[in-house]
């Protein structure tokens, strides 16, 4: 297993600004505290450097663990299963260009809050409609040999897909280039204990977001680390334990803290079950 984190590329700001700057720095210290990944999460896939993301994130000796779509969503409103047909197209077209960028390191891309939100649609409806998306995409995932993530998020951040067994039910309709997406965060709110949704999602978890039950770093919060790094060795999992904690007490801060809390437990682990370090 391995770290990686999120980081959120953004919006408005000049692009060429955040890479002179803030970028570098991050991805340096990352490097220096023992993470291998870096999850981008791109508002708009068409408006990004990528290749020059690519290069820099390479530079330090990072690869690129996931793209994260959720401000793609946040930002223009596009959801793969959008009533109105054009704007669920043109979420399909932003999901395809992260495919194709997702590609660089054979990872996978999120469908997290991009999936959008039941309101007042039955259940077996918006499901008919993200299983369809899903699969116009399938083509795209197979050829650039990359995986949708589906994350469930917890009840009071969407009404639709909140924990494994939900999440479960789509990869069972679509196919194995779709896996699951486990976040403690979520985890430790929606499912019963963490252990049982780990051991539940098996082979299909893909990767998994690591931030405490209050959203902080790993080592401030109540969640068993060692229990989750177990549990995920046990079912086979070798990925990203990916940080998408609050940048507290700063960015820098949390990276440290996470490595602190991790690098010692997955160290105690991977002599048992990790083969592939
Ligand atoms: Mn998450």
Redesign the pocket.
């Known amino acids: 297993m391995k770290l990686s984190f999120?980081y959120v590329l953004p919006v408005k700001t000049e692009f060429k600004y955040a890479i002179k700057d803030e970028l570098p720095e991050v991805l340096n210290l990352a490097a220096e505290f023992g993470f291998k990944g870096v999850e981008y999460n791109i508002p708009n896939p068409f408006e990004v450097d990528f290749e020059r993301l690519l290069r820099l994130t390479e530079d330090y000796g990072l690869r690129i663990s996931a793209i994260?779509t959720g401000s793609a969503y946040l930002e223009y409103g596009l959801t793969i299963t959008h009533p109105d047909f054009s704007i669920r197209e043109k979420a399909l077209k932003f999901m395809r260009k992260y495919i194709e960028h997702a590609s660089a390191h054979n990872s996978g891309v999120?469908v997290?809050l991009i999936r959008g939100r039941r309101n007042d649609r039955a259940v077996e409806e918006i499901a008919e409609s993200l299983i369809s998306s899903i699969k116009m995409l399938e083509d795209h995932c197979l050829n650039y040999n990359v995986f949708l993530l589906i994350?469930p998020?917890n009840r009071y951040e969407t009404d639709y897909i909140n924990n494994v067994e939900e999440a479960l039910r789509i990869v069972e309709q679509t196919g194995n280039y779709v896996k699951l997406?486990l976040?403690t965060?979520?985890m430790n709110i929606e499912e019963r204990n963490i252990r049982d949704a780990i051991l539940r999602a098996g082979r299909n978890i893909g990767h998994v977001?690591i931030?405490e039950n209050n959203r902080l770093p790993p080592g401030l919060g109540s969640i068993g680390w060692k229990n989750v790094v177990h549990h995920l060795y046990r079912v086979g999992f070798n990925g990203y334990l990916s940080l998408?904690a609050l940048p507290r007490p700063s960015f820098k801060e949390a990276l440290k803290q996470t490595a602190e809390t991790l690098n010692p437990i997955i160290k105690g682990f991977q002599v048992e079950y990790d083969h592939s370090s």
Request: aromatic share 8%.
């Open positions: 999120v994260s999120v997290g994350e998020l997406l976040d965060f979520h977001h931030a998408e």
